[in-house]
């Protein structure tokens, strides 16, 4: 078992910017990699970035190229996601993710955390 907590939205004018942790515990091992996703109401879960927990490589989605960054501290098990120039169309629930490399499908989830960015 992972678990995982994510921490670090709140509401956020436009323009602005967050930075989202994610504190994960337990069978760490499993973990290869760490991703984020972000889900607004009515609308389907989307994939934003993942990160190697070993070799620190990223993956972005085209649509947040530029504006967010994945990084992770390994003392501190935590991954983080920064968001800037926060736009409306960001507001969602963020959550974060981990999977074990040997698997596309990621098992454990946190619990989200709500991002409100306003105009």
């Known amino acids: 078992q992972v678990q995982l907590v994510e921490s670090g939205g709140g509401s956020v004018q436009a323009g602005g910017s967050l930075r989202l942790s994610c504190a994960a515990s337990g069978r760490t091992f499993s973990a290869d990699f760490m991703g984020w996703f972000r889900q607004a109401p009515g609308k389907e879960r989307e994939f934003l970035a993942a990160i190697n927990w070993r070799g620190g490589t990223t993956y972005y989605a085209d649509s947040v190229k530029g504006r967010f960054t994945i990084s992770r501290d390994i003392a501190k098990n935590t991954v983080y996601l920064q968001i800037d120039s926060l736009k409306p169309e960001d507001t969602a629930i963020y959550y974060c993710?981990?999977?074990?490399?040997?698997?596309?499908?990621?098992?454990?989830w946190g619990q989200g955390t709500q991002v409100t960015v306003s105009s």
């Open positions: 993710a981990a999977r074990p490399g040997t698997s596309p499908i990621y098992p454990y």
